[in-house]
């Protein structure tokens, strides 16, 4: 049984939380394919921003009220330097224990 890792794509204008969602479930996928378990474990914790930001689409600009957050994709999936440190070194694992015919 071949386990390959799909590519997606990034439609432009795409929220923070959406786009951090996407990166954790990559990092899923890339969990499966390697047998390494990753840094998120089994949870997305960004699904529910991707949630929000599908239902706030519905609501008119007058409703919403408050400000945008100016929170980039890097400030939520790299919050502190714990998290940080267990993503370089899950992907280090992947590319360079895990996978060694690909690094090579």
Do not use: W
Not at 22 to 36: D, K, P, T
């Amino acid at each position: 049984e071949s386990r390959n890792v799909e590519a997606f794509c990034i439609k432009e204008n795409t929220s923070p939380g959406t786009l951090a969602a996407n990166f954790v479930s990559f990092l899923s996928r890339v969990s499966y394919a390697s047998g390494i378990e990753s840094p998120f474990g089994r949870e997305n914790p960004f699904l529910a921003d991707v949630l929000f930001v599908s239902l706030s689409a519905r609501v008119p600009p007058a409703l919403k009220g408050g400000e945008n957050s100016h929170e980039t994709m890097q400030d939520k999936v790299f919050k502190d330097e714990a998290k940080t440190l267990s993503i370089v070194k899950f992907l280090y694992e992947v590319c360079y224990i895990a996978l060694p015919e690909i690094s090579e």
